[in-house]
């Protein structure tokens, strides 16, 4: 069966860290870019990260620049975003999205979503 699952959302106090985890059963994440997405209550979807699947480039929305490093272990098929320095502008859904490049080009997968609330 192909899956898309995220992991790690918990409750966390201003300025913790929390690292979420992207993980893929029933395909490679090789042939995949994948994105980090979030939607906070009453707010559109936004994209916060990405990161290719070929050189490894990536790319951060400015709100959290210098603070969320996204990685992938190809090895392991999953994909991670280590947030830092949280603010409570960081509470959201966040969602990992997976889109298909090169033999696997039209396809894309999307998780179900973890929660990560940021509050004292």
């Known amino acids: 069966q192909v899956q898309l699952v995220e992991s790690g959302g918990v409750l966390v106090q201003p300025g913790g860290s929390l690292r979420l985890s992207c993980a893929a059963s029933?395909?490679?994440?090789?042939?995949?870019?994948i994105g980090w997405f979030r939607q906070a209550p009453g707010k559109e979807r936004e994209g916060v990260s990405c990161?290719?699947?070929?050189?490894?480039?990536?790319y951060y929305a400015d709100s959290v620049k210098g603070r969320f490093t996204i990685y992938r272990n190809n090895a392991g098929n999953t994909v991670y975003l280590q947030m830092n320095s949280l603010k409570t502008d960081d509470t959201a859904v966040y969602y990992c999205?997976?889109?298909?490049?090169?033999?696997?080009?039209?396809?894309?997968?999307w998780g179900q979503g973890t929660q990560v609330t940021v509050s004292s």
């Open positions: 990161i290719s699947s070929s050189d490894g480039s990536t």
């Open positions: 029933g395909f490679t994440l090789d042939y995949y870019a």
């Open positions: 999205n997976a889109h298909g490049v090169r033999v696997a080009a039209g396809r894309e997968h």
